[in-house]
């Protein structure tokens, strides 16, 4: 049976006052690479998420353009650039009002692409190749470490490939884990080599993949947060009912209310 490919791609729009100044660069690698893969095959299927401090939001959807017309390219990129550049003004003004950056709802649009995938699958009469991209540019928010877990284990459960492309120096434990456990590629990279990546590392599809050589996630931090303090811990306690962790002993779970009667051990 023939199989098509379905890629939600997740864009983080945090930190925006960054993206004020070079966002150019990322949109226009962007833009190309969806270009590129919408038009490799007629099936194919890409939804694009963007991630804020406040929301994510839906960008692009491919279904709904015209894939036989002979100005889809141009189509693409009006709706592309259109959206994309109307969430990164809303963003500013909100900047401009509360002076303040909150994590991006990377675990909101994680959630989003799960669902997008699930509609699909029940549309499909083919089999599907699934996959999400994350681009991501800011730090996690530890505080939505269960969700994001969910979420991954969701994915794994039905064989959605999640790969991260993070921009910037710094590493993300987080997202590393995501892409460990889904089977997916995590690659850092720099806005200059940007399309260079998507198009080598990100454009193939999972099939594909078996027969090249692809980046290898290694050195991934598998340590939990606990969500009393959102830290990163080694040991810590944890609730046998719902499987909360905490760095401290507490006498009755924050989240499923369950009261410990057992003795303070720590796990």
């Known amino acids: 049976m023939q199989e098509f490919s379905l890629l939600t791609v997740i864009l983080d729009l945090i930190p925006a006052e960054k993206y004020n100044e070079d966002h150019t660069n990322i949109i226009n690698s962007l833009i190309t690479f969806i270009q590129a893969y919408t038009g490799s095959h007629s099936q194919n299927v890409l939804g694009l998420l963007g991630a804020t401090c406040d929301t994510s939001k839906w960008l692009f959807n491919s279904r709904q353009i015209d894939m036989e017309s002979q100005y889809r390219i141009l189509q693409i990129r009006d709706e592309l650039t ?12 909100n900047l401009m009002e509360k002076d303040i950056i909150g994590f991006s709802r990377i675990t909101s649009a994680l959630c989003k692409s799960l669902c997008f ?41 039905d064989n959605i490939v999640i790969d991260v492309c993070r921009l910037g120096k710094t590493d993300s434990s987080f997202l590393k884990q995501a892409a460990s456990l889904s089977g997916g590629i995590y690659l850092k990279c720099n806005q200059e080599s940007l399309l260079l990546n998507l198009m080598t590392h990100f454009f193939p599809d999972n099939l594909t993949r078996t027969n090249l050589i692809t980046p290898v996630v290694d050195n991934v931090d598998f340590r939990t947060t606990c969500v009393c303090h959102q830290k990163v811990i080694d040991l810590g306690y944890i609730c046998s009912v719902c499987l909360t962790v905490y760095c401290s002993f507490v006498p009755i779970c924050h989240n499923c209310r369950t009261k410990f009667s057992f003795d303070k051990k720590r796990l």
């Open 117 to 157: 995938h699930n509609v699909e699958k029940l549309k499909a009469k083919e089999k599907i190749q699934s996959r999400i991209l994350i681009l991501s540019t800011s730090d996690f928010d530890t505080s939505q470490y269960i969700d994001t877990m969910n979420c991954i284990f969701s994915a794994q459960k």
């Open 82 to 93: 259109k959206n994309i550049e109307s969430l990164i003004a809303d963003i500013s003004e």
